[in-house]
């Protein structure tokens, strides 16, 4: 028996022109990520109903409506220097740890010798916890700034240098002879072939390390920090007082979701630009 997704995609199939057909394939999926959209709107609102019928505690798991309160009151500027001194940090820090990653990645990817080289001490160092490097960060670099942006550049870091040795190392290996055959340089064949077919994987590894730039952001701002939502945290805690907690949790899902669909639609523009400029290649080629 079919199922309802098939049936409405097939109902869109045949119901005609193209235009219509696509309205009719992309409604359902619209739906869909309206409906993902409102889902934690629906959670806040499920654990507020519990908080007030008493079925969860409130001094563990504070009201929805108290966290919005909590964070309304600290007003716009004060809130708003918390948030952009954890963007600033992560921006800096998911910079400087994906450029390194790009290019020792790339260089990997392209010289098995040099993997083989390199290999085994990235993982090693791959391995290492995040709060494991704070008190080396802090004897080598202070207490400033530099700390806080180099724990979240190795953070971002790895990711980003795996991915793009595997997307590289992954290219069909017939799209390299076919460019050794004609003629195209290292260089070319870098930029025309391999850079291309591994992108995907690139952007993967770019999320994830974006993601994980903004968890190794809460471990930096515990390095003597007096702003930021790290700070937010550790300040919640050591006050008792869960709805602060909570808020600067929600601010950095927030901001994580943002910061990551951001990403993502430049990966679709990028990779529709790519497909673009592969489709007019092989026009002209062919001509």
């Known amino acids: 028996m079919a199922t309802d997704d098939s049936l409405t995609f097939g109902n869109a199939a045949s119901a005609g022109p193209a235009g ?4 009719g394939r992309r409604d359902p999926l619209m739906r869909w990520r ?4 409102a889902l934690p709107l ?3 609102a499920l654990v507020e109903v519990l908080v007030r019928l008493s079925v969860l505690p409130a001094h563990l798991v504070p009201e929805p409506s108290t966290i919005a309160q909590t ?3 600290m007003g716009g500027s004060r809130l708003g220097r918390h948030i952009g001194a954890s963007c600033m940090r992560v921006i800096a820090g998911f910079g400087l740890g994906s450029a390194l990653a790009l290019l ?3 260089a990997m990817g392209l010289s098995w010798r040099l993997d083989a080289l390199l290999d085994p001490t990235f993982q090693a ?6 709060l494991a490097w704070v008190p080396i960060l802090l004897l080598w670099l202070g207490i400033d700034e530099a700390p806080k942006i180099t724990l979240i550049a190795i953070g971002a870091f790895f990711p980003v240098q795996l991915s793009v040795v595997a997307g590289i190392r992954d290219v069909d290996r017939k799209l390299i002879e076919l460019g050794e055959i004609n003629g195209l340089s290292r260089r070319a064949l870098f930029s025309r072939i391999l850079l291309p077919a591994s992108l995907p994987q690139i952007f ?5 390390g974006l993601s994980l730039a903004w968890m190794f952001m ?7 920090a007096t702003r930021g939502l790290g700070y937010l945290l550790s300040d919640g805690r050591e006050t008792g007082r869960p709805d602060l907690v909570f808020g600067a949790i929600l601010l950095l899902a927030l901001l994580g979701k943002v910061s990551d669909s951001i990403l993502k639609a430049i990966e679709i523009r990028t990779l529709s630009w790519r497909d673009a400029g592969a489709t007019q290649q092989a026009s002209q080629s062919v001509w």
């Open 20 to 23: 219509r057909t696509t309205r």
């Open 34 to 37: 309206i409906a993902g959209l």
């Open 42 to 44: 629906v959670l806040l």
């Open 71 to 73: 964070l309304w009151e």
């Open 104 to 106: 020792s990645g790339a």
């Open 125 to 130: 160092l791959r391995a290492i916890p995040s």
């Open 204 to 208: 993967t590894g770019l999320r994830t």
């Open 218 to 224: 809460v471990a930096a701002e515990l390095i003597a």
